[in-house]
């Protein structure tokens, strides 16, 4: 237990460390960009929130040696896309950038989120910073801010690979309790390793993306855990890691997605019907029954992944030394986490400043 509790309070202290001080450092100057170029702020925060991004499998990989297995078919991240994923715990989001890590560079990569995430002290100035989009779940809202969302993408060509969670919620006990009762109630089939998918949503991105860009394909990923499953912060704390995580890929290219909102609906459905399946196969298993065509790191990911820890640690031997040394830094430091707090939590959020510069 000491050890598992070791290992989950030295992820969490990394990866908080490196976002509050990656982030004053990274991003803070960027927002003097913002009121004179859009593009520029978009192009520096995609690089900085990315370098972030590639932090995290690295330490669930090589130093705390979570391995990752990948199945299906090989999706490169290459142009603009939509990705659906179950949503098996809070941490889905996180987890999913191993497999990311290995299919693209990270930097075009967005994620449609609950808002209450875009408040969180220190994570949450990157996840503004990167232009994620947060959904309050008040559909009247929601729908106009998704729009406006993609079209700030879409306007400039930008390649896009949105990540998106259909059922809207993890798959905790009283969730699975809630979605099991919600299909009693309405006569649907009762699912015990996903809930029924909110479909508003993955509509709304689809059609979106049709107007703005060409049409894109969409890559239905599902995640699978052997060994632990870390359900909430709680368990990341303590060290319950997954000895295994396992992806698996389809691809779905645009000409097979249906045109009309209603046959849309009906797809993603489907599609989390036969999830339903998939996972029951695969906890059944601890594997899933696609060819495997990744069961470890190769040698470049290996080095990617320790080339982000030496530069990271790096960057703190400098960052620690000069705070020492110098006060001026330490200024800098406590009034750019000021304007950050501020324009955080105090604004509707940089996100939103964003979209509203660019129009």
Same mark, same amino acid.
């Given at each position: 237990?000491?050890?598992?509790?070791?290992?989950?309070?030295?992820?969490?202290?990394?990866?908080?460390?490196?976002?509050?001080?990656?982030?004053?450092?990274?991003?803070?100057?960027?927002?003097?960009?913002?009121?004179?170029?859009?593009?520029?702020?978009?192009?520096?925060?995609?690089?900085?929130?990315?370098?972030?991004?590639?932090?995290?499998?690295?330490?669930?990989?090589?130093?705390?040696?979570?391995?990752?297995?990948?199945?299906?078919?090989?999706?490169?991240?290459?142009?603009?896309?939509?990705?659906?994923?179950?949503?098996?715990?809070?941490?889905?989001?996180?987890?999913?950038?191993?497999?990311?890590?290995?299919?693209?560079?990270?930097?075009?990569?967005?994620?449609?989120?609950?808002?209450?995430?875009?408040?969180?002290?220190?994570?949450?100035?990157?996840?503004?910073?990167?232009?994620?989009?947060?959904?309050?779940?008040?559909?009247?809202?929601?729908?106009?801010?998704?729009?406006?969302?993609?079209?700030?993408?879409?306007?400039?060509?930008?390649?896009?690979?949105?990540?998106?969670?259909?059922?809207?919620?993890?798959?905790? /006990? !009283?969730?699975? *309790?809630? &979605?099991?009762?919600?299909? =009693?109630? @309405?006569?649907?089939?009762? #699912?015990?390793?996903?809930?029924?998918?909110?479909?508003?949503?993955?509509?709304?991105?689809?059609?979106?993306?049709?107007?703005?860009?060409?049409?894109?394909?969409?890559?239905?990923?599902?995640?699978?855990?052997?060994?632990?499953?870390?359900?909430? /912060? !709680?368990?990341? *704390?303590? &060290?319950?890691?997954?000895? =295994?995580? @396992?992806?698996?890929?389809? #691809?779905?290219?645009?000409?097979?997605?249906?045109?009309?909102?209603?046959?849309?609906?009906?797809?993603?459905?489907?599609?989390?019907?036969?999830?339903?399946?998939?996972?029951?196969?695969?906890?059944?298993?601890?594997?899933?029954?696609?060819?495997?065509?990744?069961?470890?790191?190769?040698?470049?990911?290996?080095?990617?992944?320790?080339?982000?820890?030496?530069?990271?640690?790096?960057?703190?031997?400098?960052?620690?030394?000069?705070?020492?040394?110098?006060?001026?830094?330490?200024?800098?430091?406590?009034?750019?986490?000021?304007?950050?707090?501020?324009?955080?939590?105090?604004?509707?959020?940089?996100?939103?400043?964003?979209?509203?510069?660019?129009?």
């Amino acid at each position: 237990f000491r050890a598992r509790l070791f290992n989950g309070v030295s992820f969490l202290l990394i990866i908080t460390t490196v976002a509050y001080f990656g982030g004053i450092w990274l991003i803070t100057p960027t927002i003097a960009i913002l009121p004179f170029s859009v593009s520029l702020y978009r192009k520096l925060n995609d690089w900085n929130v990315a370098t972030w991004f590639r932090l995290v499998p690295a330490l669930l990989e090589l130093v705390f040696r979570v391995r990752v297995k990948i199945s299906g078919d090989r999706c490169p991240l290459e142009g603009p896309c939509v990705i659906i994923l179950n949503h098996r715990t809070r941490f889905d989001w996180l987890f999913a950038w191993c497999y990311m890590l290995r299919l693209g560079n990270l930097t075009k990569h967005k994620i449609i989120l609950k808002s209450a995430l875009k408040r969180l002290p220190i994570f949450g100035w990157a996840m503004q910073a990167a232009q994620f989009m947060f959904l309050s779940r008040d559909w009247s809202n929601d729908e106009k801010y998704m729009t406006d969302s993609i079209k700030y993408f879409t306007s400039q060509q930008y390649p896009i690979q949105l990540l998106l969670f259909p059922e809207g919620t993890d798959l905790s /006990e !009283s969730n699975k *309790a809630k &979605g099991q009762k919600y299909a =009693e109630e @309405h006569g649907l089939q009762k #699912y015990n390793y996903v809930l029924h998918p909110r479909t508003k949503g993955f509509v709304c991105c689809i059609q979106a993306l049709r107007q703005g860009i060409r049409p894109v394909p969409v890559y239905d990923m599902t995640i699978g855990y052997v060994g632990a499953i870390p359900q909430n /912060e !709680s368990d990341i *704390a303590t &060290g319950h890691w997954p000895e =295994e995580i @396992h992806f698996d890929c389809t #691809y779905i290219p645009s000409s097979q997605l249906p045109m009309e909102d209603s046959e849309l609906e009906g797809w993603l459905k489907t599609r989390w019907q036969q999830k339903e399946e998939k996972l029951k196969e695969f906890y059944a298993n601890d594997h899933f029954s696609t060819p495997y065509f990744e069961e470890g790191n190769s040698s470049w990911i290996q080095l990617s992944m320790l080339a982000t820890l030496i530069s990271w640690a790096t960057f703190h031997v400098a960052i620690f030394y000069g705070l020492y040394l110098f006060s001026t830094l330490r200024w800098y430091y406590l009034g750019a986490t000021l304007l950050l707090i501020i324009l955080t939590q105090f604004t509707n959020s940089l996100e939103t400043i964003v979209l509203r510069i660019y129009k």
